[in-house]
């Protein structure tokens, strides 16, 4: 199956530029995009039900919360929302460690609000996505306690990874492999519990490619896969219209352990490699093939999205038409701000998705990396995972960060494929880099040595209203502190705000269903060094100018919407754009 892609067309932008490629979907794949799955163009709002609205005032974000603002993101013009793991779990992780995969989290709230929700979302004209953890449970998990338990040899401690140790008495773990999150990635079976597992003395280890919280699961158990189908149709069942998969690219591993000579040192990486022994693995492919069937069963647009970091010639494989529906693309989240990274990135994934009939899905945002207003407020090259170890505030230009934000976000909102944006996204937020690090709870930041500053500054509660205990996020403080600065950018004090940036997403969101739906087609004009910009088959232009001069724009009847007040009168229509400013033109 080829990519059709054509060249030429010669159609004038800007200055004597052209354009140099347009791509569309291979005609194997074509669909009429009037009638395509709302995925393929769908807006997936993200959602930390730990900090998005706390409806009991416990301080912990919940599903009563989640009910009570159903109205906003619809609102705000979103398809769908993409539910972070609620299911049972002591949050050693922040839910990605499930000790019960068919219970919600207390804290969060019960199994039948969580169908009320799903329930009432519909009605609002709103998909629910879960998130689903199958490479790890939590180690409360009663598979785990049951194994741990267990003696050795017994079935129970075949469904993870249970091996001796190696050197004297087993006193060295199984292999090098090291965790995700810093540390070797197998941890002592008697740090865990009191009951000796050894045999003839030798100590037993226990793997773990996150925390020692989260013991990896062994997929050739057949009991392991037949556990997980159940869980999908349990959710299934109750309405949930797709699932978001964690770590996709994990699950199965080489069960001789080969020593890798290298850590896994960053926090997702996609540095695999053919025959790595824990990531991207060929028979990964045929687990997924069944929760495809499995789907396919279900009425409606039920889907699956990949959270697969692996090499970019390897996504298409799990994009394959009876595979994920989904994949996320990554690029932009590590993209600097630069035109040529940019348009590099949407190159590739609109060319790697096309190939399999897939659409792509961008993202610049999630609960695992910085906030991009920060981001990108920050000098190229700066490690912003290494905070607050290395105190950048110095550094940071916050207005140049967020003007951006606001450019790259119509970026984003005008291309083809889905959309994923992470709570609060929509309001600009920060990241909050300067937490006290007593307050610290992503295991990142202890299992690094306190080196790396962990994934809390971008899980702060949002706020919801310019004062109160956690600025409108429920009745008392939340479970981490929000800085002042979340008062003005809360929803409630720049919403009817013409130029907010609530009220920008809000614009662009509700375009986008106008514009932006219609066609699946893409092409890049070429307008500048510093300047991306692009064309939908709907008419649509979209020009980002990454550079630090104003720039021409291209012919047009209509300015549809800037991402700066001050950079553009809507009418008369000017002809320049200003640096770090985007618009749709028509
Ligand atoms: C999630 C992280 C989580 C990790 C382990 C990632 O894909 O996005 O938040 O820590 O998986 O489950």
């Given at each position: 199956m080829t990519l059709e892609t054509c060249i030429g067309g010669m159609a004038a932008v800007g200055a004597g530029h052209t354009i140099t490629f347009c791509t569309v979907p291979s005609e194997a794949f074509a669909p009429d995009p009037s009638s395509a799955p709302w995925w393929r163009r769908g807006v997936v709002y993200q959602i930390y039900p730990r900090s998005f609205a706390d409806g009991n005032g416990d301080g912990t974000g919940d599903i009563a919360g989640i009910r009570s603002k159903l109205g906003y993101l619809r609102d705000l013009g979103v398809d769908a929302i993409w539910i972070n793991p609620w299911y049972l779990s002591p949050l050693d992780d922040g839910g990605y460690d499930v000790a019960d995969y068919r219970q919600i989290e207390p804290r969060y709230g019960t199994t039948d609000e969580a169908e009320a929700l799903i329930t009432e979302a519909h009605e609002h004209g709103i998909k629910v996505i879960a998130d689903v953890v199958p490479n790890h449970t939590s180690y409360q998990h009663t598979w785990f306690q049951e194994a741990l338990q267990a003696p050795l040899g017994d079935p129970a401690r075949d469904r993870y990874h249970f091996r001796p140790g190696k050197g004297e008495n087993g006193s060295e773990p199984p292999s090098d492999w090291t965790s995700v999150f810093g540390g070797p990635a197998w941890s002592r079976v008697d740090t865990m519990t009191d009951v000796e597992a050894a045999a003839d003395g030798v100590a037993e280890w226990y793997l773990h490619l996150f925390a020692p919280q989260q013991p990896d699961l062994n997929w050739e158990n057949p009991e392991v896969v037949e556990e997980f189908?159940?869980?999908?149709?349990?959710?299934?069942?109750?309405?949930?219209?797709?699932?978001?998969?964690?770590?996709a690219h994990g699950l199965v591993k080489d069960m001789d352990y080969p020593d890798l000579g290298l850590a896994t040192d960053a926090l997702l990486t996609s540095a695999s490699f053919d025959g790595h022994p824990f990531w991207d693995r060929d028979d990964i492919h045929p687990i997924v093939r069944r929760w495809r069937n499995l789907l396919d069963e279900y009425d409606g647009e039920r889907m699956m999205v990949a959270e697969a970091w692996v090499r970019p010639e390897r996504l298409p494989l799990y994009l394959r038409p009876d595979e994920y529906h989904q994949s996320f693309n990554f690029d932009f989240l590590e993209a600097a701000w630069k035109a040529d990274d940019f348009r590099t990135i949407m190159e590739k994934a609109t060319t790697a998705a096309a190939e399999v009939g897939s659409t792509p899905t961008w993202v610049l945002s999630n609960h695992d990396v910085m906030r991009e207003a920060t981001r990108y407020g920050l000098p190229d090259g700066t490690d912003w995972r290494s905070w607050p170890a290395t105190g950048p505030a110095n550094l940071l230009d916050a207005e140049l960060g967020l003007r951006r934000?606001?450019?790259?976000?119509?970026?984003?909102?005008?291309?083809?494929?889905?959309?994923?944006?992470y709570q609060g996204e929509e309001l600009g937020l920060p990241e909050v880099w300067d937490?006290?690090?007593?307050?610290?709870?992503?295991?990142?930041w202890e299992q690094s040595g306190h080196t790396l500053k962990g994934r809390d500054g971008c899980r702060v509660p949002l706020p919801w209203s310019r004062s109160g205990a956690s600025?409108?996020?429920?009745?008392?403080?939340?479970?981490?502190?929000?800085?002042?600065?979340?008062?003005?950018?809360?929803?409630?004090?720049?919403?009817?705000?013409?130029?907010?940036?609530?009220?920008?997403?809000?614009?662009?969101?509700?375009?986008?269903?106008?514009?932006?739906?219609?066609?699946?087609?893409?092409?890049?004009?070429?307008?500048?060094?510093?300047?991306?910009a692009y064309r939908r088959g709907s008419g649509l232009i979209c020009v980002v100018n990454f550079g630090d001069e104003a720039v021409e724009l291209p012919d047009h009847t209509r300015v549809l919407v800037h991402s700066q007040s001050d950079a553009l009168a809507e009418a008369p229509i000017s002809s320049s754009l200003p640096p770090n400013t985007a618009v749709w033109l028509q």
């Open positions: 189908e159940a869980v999908l149709r349990f959710w299934l069942d109750r309405g949930i219209d797709g699932f978001r998969v964690d770590v934000a606001r450019a790259a976000a119509l970026l984003l909102l005008g291309l083809p494929g889905s959309a994923y944006l937490l006290p690090v007593e307050v610290l709870d992503d295991p990142v600025y409108g996020f429920g009745e008392n403080e939340g479970w981490l502190p929000q800085p002042q600065v979340f008062g003005e950018l809360s929803a409630s004090s720049q919403t009817g705000i013409g130029q907010s940036t609530l009220e920008l997403f809000r614009k662009a969101l509700h375009l986008r269903r106008e514009f932006g739906t219609s066609d699946e087609t893409v092409e890049l004009l070429d307008a500048g060094d510093d300047v991306l």
